[in-house]
């Protein structure tokens, strides 16, 4: 299984700013995720990190919003743009490694609160 | 497009009897099924999966989960449930035709007690 570390773990943002959520992972990952996990609610999942080119973006959510760089096969980051009480979750990072049947291995998240 | 429900919001089990945490699913072609537990404070760890093959497969901490394509379930089970086995578990669902894309269930939120 892969180590993953984000950073921060979690933060309390004023509403307009923005954050940078990082993600490092101790191998090489053949693909890395973001996921958004709301109060009480399930996991979504944001956009898929491409290395070298745009992420992939899910439907209800933009790059404007959520710009992801994937810069090498171990790193990415997710920024939250404009915040406003509403982003306030935990953003989780996840990698998958080459090979059809894997599963994702998940970080351990960055709990962010948007007054 | 893929989907899971887990119906019920909580299970309430006494340690030492069996837990079941109910999943279904939807999905165009063939499924790979996950289950995934998060405990306060953590990130999801991977608990077992379903891709092809035996259609109950066990996984760690003592955990099992059957699979039945007619009724397209996947529950989770474990014969004797500890009080740390406490926390919140996923199922999840993705397409078997290459598309990576997890979809998550809501969770259900497990509750051993001593």
């Known amino acids: 299984s892969a180590v993953i570390s984000q950073k921060p773990s979690r933060d309390i943002c004023q509403r307009g700013t923005s954050l940078t959520i990082q993600c490092q992972v101790d191998?090489?990952?053949?693909?890395m995720f973001w996921y958004r996990q709301q109060p009480g609610q399930s996991l979504t999942l944001i956009a898929t990190?491409?290395?070298?080119?745009?992420?992939?973006?899910e439907s209800g959510f933009v790059i404007d919003k959520f710009p992801i760089s994937r810069p090498n096969l171990t790193f990415s980051t997710l920024t939250v743009s404009n915040m406003s009480p509403e982003d306030s979750s935990i953003y989780l990072c996840?990698?998958?490694?080459?090979?059809?049947?894997?599963?994702?291995?998940f970080g351990p998240g960055t709990r962010l609160t948007v007054l | 497009a893929q989907s899971v429900a887990q119906p019920e919001d909580q299970v309430n089990v006494a340690e030492g009897n069996p837990l079941t945490v109910k999943c279904t699913y939807s999905v165009s072609g063939n499924p790979y099924l996950f289950w995934y537990v998060q405990y306060p404070n953590r990130g999801l760890q991977f608990l077992l999966k379903?891709?092809?093959?035996?259609?109950l497969v066990k996984g760690s901490y003592g955990f099992e989960a059957e699979f039945n394509k007619s009724q397209t379930s996947f529950h989770l089970k474990k014969p004797s449930a500890l009080v740390s086995d406490s926390a919140l578990y996923f199922c999840a669902v993705r397409d078997g035709r290459g598309n990576n894309r997890l979809a998550f269930g809501k969770g259900n939120q497990v509750v051993v007690i001593p």
């Open positions: 996840s990698v998958c490694y080459r090979g059809e049947y894997n599963e994702q291995f």
């Open positions: 191998s090489q990952v053949t693909m």
């Open positions: 990190a491409n290395q070298g080119s745009e992420a992939t973006y």
């Open positions: 379903y891709i092809t093959g035996d259609n």
